[in-house]
């Protein structure tokens, strides 16, 4: 249980909220209750009044509190309940912007490596999976449980008033275990059968994906029905599972249900001894077993929430490793020794694991102003020394020192946004004409003048489509406009075709005019132009 | 709405298909409803003896065995009432991921590489998984919510006619609820999906870009857009949902009205103070029966308008299944094309045609002999039918007319090498990825087959060798890697046939130079190689080269 602190501590972040959608949640269940247990109690009343004047008794009712306390709650429990949805559904879409949110922020500060590891979109479902589990926890689990232990405390009570004592603990008897079969019973029982579901689904995923990617390689080996038959039997067993856990969360509802009958039983059964032994008034007696009957309605909504809590501790487990704070906290950003040195790298090895090491013990110095071009063919290491120079990875050996730096990463990250907003990343407080005057330098002013909303043309998938160069370049921009004085560039322009790069990169030379370029790629003739290059073997 | 049909339709032969178990699932919840019924009418009569006629407690042990009994029943028919309801969901969902398995199978590799992965994979997982709710919570809710509702008005009718008519008059409210609480749960759960979806969108979004985010030391305001952005959403949201929570609210209205009219007609009744109808004749037990059966009466209605969201998932899904399931029924040859044995030693081709549009055909009256052993290289420009014929050789796709013969077998009959444009590999060690398609692979045959193909530099010095994982620490393999891998798998097999699709497209010199080796000596070990390709350094390896263009096949 501890994996959920973190996030229930985000939740009850909003006490005021909770506690009013419970009590609205409350006043929904105590109003059908009211309804049903008042009508049962001016129905024996009535008929042992009807008796009475039958037998030409004098005998008076009063007919109006009743009545108007029958029609009352009728009427409060349309509008709580209304209230209630309309109320908590606005919580649980806040506690999922909240979820969301400081998710972000931790991830945002969480160790990068576990993430480039998990990278990929088979981590993204992971992830959106795993809030929606946390999302719905307080309407699903919190507050039916903290209602019905409410609810039924405040019966047993009643009963200890009302009645007498031997009752209420009687009641108690059988009610505390229904909610315990309820409850804790269903989570215990269905605990190993939902903990590993999401890491078995995702695991089928893979090799359904495997699958289809090999099929005409399996298919030619003869094989691809018996992988077939693998990925078949993997499903069939999380179903298997699903359909276990479904059918226990069955029985357990169907026992804590039995339970509250009984207690029905239980309250009727004593509450006539009672009435014969003239302690209580035979509407009183119909009173507290129907109110009981009521009961039902909260429990039911238990077992099934908490046959999910082990799916939902996993989740929650995932969410914590995922946001595992960066290990150690090296120092990074340290300056390099000379005045006039831009960038600094010292008998700098790169490994992966117990792989071969991809560079070892390189030197390398680069000037203040000076612009440098570094080629090898791929897999020599060049987006690895790239990743190093940035700081986003660490090197195995050796040390680097740099200046503030801007780095284009190979891979083009454009966000699903405005084209303002993906360009102020690089400078927040860019005006309107900066931004046009980088546009116009990486040639794609002429692409957006004629949007009808221009800076505020929304890219990515909802929006404009751009082409694989057309995004590079608007990356390119962004990483042009930040002030750092150093600038790393990894394939700055893949996609882009050769007059265009030309053109851009001739404007390059103006408007980087003093500062640090870093460019590498896989030929020359791929990069701006350079004063001198490097050539990883 | 077509497509909906079609949907309706296709979830309608599944629920047949089960039937048996739906059926049981259904006839728990009426053993349900049966139990609550005695239940009540066992509670309402307790009542009735023991407050109006007042007999003693002890001698009511009857009543209240009779009372416990139900209760038990009760409970037991909900128990099995979910595990029916499981099981139907498991049998359904288990047929549908089979009936998809074969469909694929049926529509061969071909066809497969056609759409991604990730949408078959999803298709296969989540969209049958989406199956669940509808056929384990929906469709016996909504038989149950005709049959228990009728159960009840006949008890109420049989002890006040008039009471049942209060209730009856609720009655043909009910298909108006229905059609209100179905539209008020689509609405509500169309627009809460759009909601999560589009905040889902916006999260992953920035979470995709962390990096960037961080490099330019941009992750606050990004977590502030994000915030203001969900906000934005929830606005506008709830303004939808106050209006389709609406629905809801007129159905609880409906019902605690109508608990409330039938309280005060029997409580007036009772009293004598109602002169006409049958409500001289109602009692304690009666009146209090009616009472605790009109909640159940609403019950099944309430519970299915909470389901209805299953149905909503299940046709979203079962629209796509819907279209895979057919793209691939239709247009589907002859199963068992009728088979010409020729010699063993040769691959024939004999008059074969092929057309994926009927004006223009692919291929047009292909003839070829190739014997054992042969390297041919397959050329031409790029749609000329390379690609087509190597599939047809594989048996991949069956041509429109004339036939193959693959060393005396149907092509594809007998196992053999294949090479397509996107190699694949499996997340695992190397030898997971060998045995794949070889499980009989011992580990020096695997050594041996990564030395061939020039990767045995990635496992030297791995402490774990061949069973070290392939991709490790994030690092994959490159494009050319992952070919040359592929390639392994060819040499740990012993096959005869082994067709490549363009084995040196898009390929780093290093690997290039790899790929044209492991060729070399598979040509050398006696196999029989057919690749299509443009590489000179290819074409000069094939003893044949044939040159595949406009609908023919000759020599070069």
């Given amino acids: ?537 | 709405m077509a497509e909906q049909a079609e949907s309706k339709r296709w979830l309608g032969a599944l629920a047949a298909h089960s039937r048996r178990l739906i059926l049981a699932t259904v006839s728990a919840g009426v053993v349900v409803a049966l139990a609550t019924i005695a239940q009540m009418a066992f509670l309402a009569g307790i009542v009735h003896q023991g407050i109006v006629d007042e007999v003693p407690v002890a001698e009511l042990s009857m009543l209240f065995t009779g009372a416990i009994v139900a209760i038990l029943i009760r409970g037991v028919a909900q128990g099995l009432q979910a595990r029916y309801a499981a099981r139907c969901s498991r049998e359904v969902r288990s047929e549908v991921r089979h009936r998809i398995n074969r469909c694929w199978q049926a529509s061969g590799p071909v066809s497969m590489s056609q759409t991604s992965a990730g949408t078959l994979a999803r298709e296969w997982l989540d969209h049958t998984d989406a199956l669940h709710g509808y056929f384990a919570r929906f469709l016996p809710q909504m038989m149950l919510a005709v049959v228990v509702p009728l159960m009840i008005l006949v008890v109420v009718f049989s002890l006040d006619w008039l009471a049942g008519i209060f209730l009856l008059l609720s009655a043909p409210l009910i298909p108006v609820f229905m059609a209100l609480v179905g539209m008020g749960a689509e609405k509500l759960n169309q627009q809460h999906f759009e909601t999560i979806g589009r905040l889902s969108g916006q999260f992953l979004d920035k979470v995709r870009g962390l990096t960037t985010l961080q490099l330019f030391g941009q992750t606050a305001p990004a977590a502030e857009t994000l915030r203001q952005r969900s906000d934005e959403y929830r606005r506008i949201t709830m303004k939808t949902l106050k209006i389709a929570f609406l629905s809801s609210a007129v159905l609880e209205f409906f019902s605690s009205v109508a608990i409330a009219v039938v309280a005060i007609y029997i409580g007036f009744g009772l009293l004598g103070y109602i002169t006409f109808g049958p409500s001289s004749d109602l009692t304690l037990f009666s009146g209090l029966l009616i009472l605790l059966l009109a909640p159940e009466f609403f019950q099944p209605l309430r519970l299915l308008s909470q389901h209805y969201h299953d149905r909503a998932a299940a046709m979203g899904a079962s629209s796509e299944i819907v279209d895979r399931l057919q793209g691939v029924d239709r247009p589907q040859p002859p199963a068992e094309p009728p088979h010409h044995p020729e010699s063993p030693d040769i691959v024939a081709v004999r008059d074969v045609a092929l057309a994926y549009d009927a004006a223009r055909p692919v291929l047009d009256g292909v003839s070829l002999v190739i014997n054992k052993g042969d390297v041919i290289a397959l050329t031409g420009p790029s749609g000329g039918g390379k690609t087509s014929l190597l599939h047809l050789l594989a048996g991949f796709m069956q041509p429109g007319r004339g036939h193959i013969s693959v060393f005396g077998e149907r092509a594809g009959d007998e196992a053999f090498g294949w090479l397509g444009q996107s190699p694949f590999l499996v997340h695992g060690t190397w030898a997971d990825n060998l045995r794949l398609t070889t499980p009989g692979a011992t580990d020096i045959a695997i050594e041996t087959a990564l030395h061939h193909v020039g990767l045995e530099s990635l496992i030297k010095g791995r402490e774990r060798g061949i069973y070290s994982a392939i991709t490790e620490d994030g690092q994959g393999l490159s494009g050319g890697q992952a070919r040359r891998l592929s390639l392994a798998r060819v040499f740990v097999a012993s096959y005869d046939l082994i067709l490549l699709d363009e084995p040196t497209a898009g390929l780093d010199s290093d690997s290039e130079i790899y790929v044209l080796e492991a060729l070399h000596k598979l040509a050398q070990a006696g196999k029989t190689l057919v690749f299509a390709t443009h590489h000179q350094a290819l074409l000069t390896l094939a003893n044949r080269t044939l040159l595949v263009t406009e609908g023919g096949v000759a020599d070069a």
Wanted: proline content about 4%; aromatic content about 6%; overall charge positive.
């Fill in chain 1, 1 to 537: 249980m501890r994996e959920l602190a973190p996030w229930l501590a985000l939740i009850f972040h909003r006490p005021g909220r909770l506690v009013t959608g419970g009590l609205l949640i409350l006043a929904t269940l105590l109003a059908g209750m009211g309804l049903l247990a008042l009508s049962g109690w001016f129905i024996t009343a009535t008929a042992l009044t009807g008796i009475l004047l039958a037998a030409g008794v004098q005998a008076s009712i009063n007919l109006y509190v009743p009545g108007g306390g029958i029609r009352f709650f009728a009427v409060a429990r349309t509008v709580a309940r209304y209230a209630e949805r309309v109320y908590n559904h606005d919580t649980v879409l806040r506690l999922l912007t909240d979820i969301r949110v400081a998710l972000f922020q931790r991830l945002s500060t969480a160790d990068r490596d576990r993430r480039t590891r998990l990278r990929g979109p088979q981590w993204l479902s992971r992830l959106t999976n795993d809030v929606d589990a946390l999302d719905t926890l307080y309407l699903r689990l919190i507050a039916p449980t903290a209602l019905a232990a409410l609810v039924t405390a405040v019966l047993l009570i009643a009963a200890w008033l009302m009645y007498r004592g031997e009752l209420a603990v009687g009641l108690a008897l059988v009610l505390v275990p229904a909610f315990l079969v309820a409850t804790l019973l269903v989570y215990l029982r269905t605990r190993h059968l939902v903990y590993q579901q999401t890491a078995a689904r995702e695991r089928v995923r893979t090799d359904v994906i495997e699958h289809i990617e090999g099929f005409g390689e399996l298919t030619a080996a003869g094989r691809i029905g018996k992988h077939a038959a693998l990925c078949l039997r993997q499903a069939g067993q999380i179903t298997r599972n699903e359909a276990r856990t479904d059918t226990r969360t069955g029985w357990n509802l169907g026992l804590s249900q039995v339970m509250v009958n009984l207690s029905v039983v239980l309250a009727l059964w004593m509450g006539l001894e009672l009435f014969q032994a003239g302690t209580v008034t035979g509407p009183m007696v119909v009173l507290l077993p129907i109110a009981l009957l009521g009961l039902q309605e909260i429990y039911s909504m238990l077992p099934d929430a908490f046959a999910r809590l082990g799916g939902t501790l996993a989740s929650a487990a995932a969410l914590n490793r995922d946001c595992a704070p960066e290990p150690s906290q090296g120092a990074r950003e340290q300056q390099p020794h000379g005045n006039d040195c831009a960038l600094e790298l010292e008998r700098v090895t790169i490994r992966f694991g117990d792989h071969a090491s991809v560079l070892s013990h390189y030197d390398m110095a680069v000037a203040k102003g000076e612009w440098v071009g570094i080629v090898g063919h791929s897999g020599a290491g060049k987006s690895s020394l790239a990743d190093v120079i940035a700081g986003l990875e660490k090197p195995a050996v050796g040390r680097v020192y740099a200046l503030p730096l801007a780095y284009l990463t190979q891979k083009t990250v454009l966000f699903d946004d405005t084209l303002k907003a993906n360009l102020l990343i690089g400078r927040p407080d860019a005006t309107d004409a900066d931004l046009w005057r980088v546009l116009e330098l990486v040639a794609m002013a002429g692409r957006f003048v004629h949007e009808p909303a221009q800076l505020n043309t929304w890219l990515g998938s909802m929006g404009s489509q751009l082409s694989g160069g057309e995004a590079r370049r608007i990356a390119l921009a962004r990483v042009l406009l930040n002030k750092a004085p150093l600038l790393i560039l990894d394939e700055p322009f893949t996609g882009v075709d050769a007059e265009t790069r030309n053109t851009i990169a001739t404007g390059m030379m103006q408007w980087l005019a003093g500062k640090t370029v870093v460019s590498l790629g896989h030929a020359p003739e791929a990069l701006p132009a350079s004063d001198r290059t490097i050539r990883l073997a």
